[in-house]
């Protein structure tokens, strides 16, 4: 029995994580949930986005699954995700993206797998105005040897271990010579302990134009925390968007899994929402827990559900059906 700390979240969260609960059931997965609130909600009704409970069960079973959570643009409370990643040192944020059976795009074959850099670059929130009238802003941003090395090296040992061809390094060293070059120092140091990997870095305006041009050249990639932010967004665009690609935050002794989309309380309660996201989340957690036969098999049932049930699946992605239905489709299979 593992023991995983559940935190629904805003708006379709508690739909969303409903879903993953009941698949994750239905596969034989022997999980303890452990509930605790985070976010826009627990704010309103505890005056804190993240609450002491929350952090102590973290602390404690060292493995949370997170829905969607709310923040304020431009004002207010920071970002829980960011301070969650801080907390627990999780250092690397991973997100793979990878093409879907009957998933509408205009690119087939992509499979790649991001690593970002999580508690540093600008992330780190170091901002103060310059004068009396709030007319300057500055923005500091943190690169330092080890946590390069750590996320770097982290990349290249996937690559090793799921036996992955190449690692490309992403960063901006022609203009940001001291923080992204620092990034793509230690980047060539990590890669010629890895001579069994190819090894390339691009600056990250042309990586970006190169991943809408041809991304099937790409397979695990490593950069900072603010372009990683932005790629792996475009990454999921590519294979069908954020609510069809899952995301994890894993560092020395503590993991939290999440759906990075938004959490839409426009259709919260209404049934229509794509758990797909969280479930593929779900299912890196299930590797990471050392269940992978049964993260392959849910995956393979997914995958049989996008193919031959769409009508099941939810508006977004093309379907007919409602997070029930999906739910529904899902657990016949993998009971079946």
Request: net charge negative; glycine share 8%.
């Amino acid at each position: 029995m593992h023991t995983v700390v559940i935190i629904p979240g805003d708006g379709i969260g508690p739909e969303i994580t409903e879903s993953v609960k009941t698949i994750l059931g239905a596969s034989g997965a022997e999980i303890g949930w452990v509930e605790r609130r985070a976010g826009e909600g627990a704010f309103k009704d505890l005056s804190t986005p993240l609450p002491d409970d929350t952090v102590a069960a973290i602390e404690k079973h060292r493995i949370a699954l997170k829905g969607p959570l709310a923040t304020p643009v431009g004002s207010g409370f920071r970002s829980v995700n960011v301070l969650l990643r801080q907390k627990f040192n999780l250092y690397s944020n991973i997100r793979p993206a990878k093409s879907l059976p009957n998933i509408e795009s205009p690119f087939r074959a992509v499979d790649i797998v991001l690593f970002r850099e999580n508690t540093q670059g600008l992330y780190i929130g170091r901002e103060h105005w310059v004068g009396e009238n709030e007319e300057h802003a500055e923005s500091i941003a943190v690169v330092t040897r080890d946590a390069s090395r750590k996320i770097i090296k982290a990349a290249f040992e996937y690559a090793r271990s799921h036996n992955r061809k190449k690692v490309t390094l992403v960063h901006k060293a022609n203009i940001l010579k001291l923080t992204t070059g620092l990034f793509l120092t230690i980047g060539k140091e990590v890669a010629a302990s890895y001579p069994d990997i190819e090894f390339e870095d691009l600056i990250v305006d042309n990586m970006a134009m190169q991943m809408v041009i041809r991304p099937q050249r790409f397979d695990v990639v490593v950069t900072t925390n603010l372009f990683g932010d932005i790629l792996s967004d475009l990454a999921s665009g590519l294979v069908g968007g954020l609510g069809v690609t899952g995301a994890a935050n894993i560092g020395d002794d503590a993991a939290i899994f999440e759906a990075v989309h938004g959490s839409a309380p426009d259709i919260a309660g209404l049934g229509l929402a794509n758990p797909t996201a969280l479930l593929f989340s779900a299912l890196m957690m299930l590797e990471y827990l050392g269940e992978t036969r049964k993260a392959e098999k849910i995956r393979s049932a997914v995958y049989t559900v996008l193919q031959d049930h769409k009508e099941k699946c939810t508006k977004d992605i093309g379907g007919e059906g409602t997070t029930s239905s999906f739910t529904e489709a899902v657990c016949k299979l993998l009971r079946d």
